[in-house]
């Protein structure tokens, strides 16, 4: 399992990573989200030993990265799929992973196979391929060793529907072997309908942790009328904190029952009321991170 204990990293009296703890749990996939600069990078970099922490660890079954003596070969890496050499071939690349780590020619070939990139394609120079063949080849290389971890950032971009689909299944069936996958993606939708357990960090710190079903249960409740400003004040009244949505929607922390008696009291008709869980991940992670977002700042 990948353990995360007390992490933080300050550059030059900036806190980008403010005492994060968090697992990831064996034969689970882990859904990592956040903002842009929320700090979801700079973690995944220290777990693998590109970035230095300042205080804390980050721990692959009880080790660092930087001690496990053939890294490859027990923890997949994908933080970014355009860092690799453009000058060489996609075959090039994993042959030259497959030696590093001491596999079998074999290897080569099947991890091509796996993540279906054709022996033409194979043996272009990487620099003329698409966005979503780099991150083929970039998975390919992560699984050479086969791994019992993997650590991918954003793996789906760049990925046509198809490809999404190909990849969720080929995690989704890595992790039932009893793999460890950490995700970190932007593709709320993805996450949803892939990750067994969701952390969500923001500003650096870790705002939410828990399985996916438990922090959708918790979101709250989604209520609409025809005056939602009317209607957040009225909830408002009794002691709950409500965000009010430019579709005319509310969020709050009430449950359904005290929201429909809060308009009842004010007279104000309800058009929507519901359960925030059915609303998805995508509303749970907007009220989780509504400080942090970039959009909702500049508004």
């Known amino acids: 399992m990948i353990t995360v204990s007390s992490l ?24 990592f989200l ?31 990265f930087v001690d496990l003596p053939n890294p490859g070969a027990e923890v997949g890496v994908l933080l970014d799929a355009s860092a690799q050499h453009a000058g060489r071939t996609g075959r090039e690349i994993l042959t030259i992973a497959q030696r590093t780590m001491g596999l079998p020619k074999g290897r080569v070939r099947e991890l091509l196979d796996l993540v279906s990139l054709t022996d033409t394609e194979a043996d272009r120079r990487v620099r003329n391929y698409s966005l979503g063949m780099r991150q083929r080849l970039g998975l390919a290389t992560a699984l050479l060793g086969d791994p019992h971890v993997l650590i991918l950032d954003e793996p789906a971009n760049g990925l046509d529907p198809a490809g999404i689909r190909w990849m969720r299944d080929l995690l989704r069936a890595y992790a039932d072997q009893g793999g460890t996958v950490l995700l970190s993606s932007h593709l709320l939708h993805e996450i949803e309908v892939i990750a067994d357990d969701l952390v969500v960090i923001g500003n650096g710190r870790i705002v939410a942790q828990g399985t996916k079903a438990e922090l959708l249960a918790s979101a709250g409740t989604v ?65 989780l991170t509504a400080d942090t977002q970039r959009e909702g700042a500049a508004a």
Do not use: C, W
């Not at 903002?35 to 205080?55: H, W």
């Open 8 to 31: 933080t990293k300050t550059y030059a009296g900036f806190t980008a990573v403010n005492d994060v703890s968090f697992t990831a749990q064996t034969g689970r996939v882990t859904g």
């Open 34 to 64: 956040g903002p842009n600069g929320a700090g979801k990078s700079t973690t995944m970099r220290i777990m693998v030993g590109l970035t230095p922490a300042s205080t804390g660890t980050a721990l692959i079954d009880g080790r660092r």
């Open 223 to 287: 209520a609409r009328s025809s005056d939602a400003v009317a209607l957040a004040s009225a909830v408002e009244r009794g002691g709950h904190t409500v965000s009010v949505h430019t579709d005319g929607s509310i969020h709050t922390d009430a449950t359904t029952e005290q929201v429909g008696q809060a308009a009842l009291a004010a007279g104000v008709a309800l058009t929507e009321l519901r359960g925030a869980d059915g609303a998805g991940l995508e509303d749970m992670f907007l009220e």
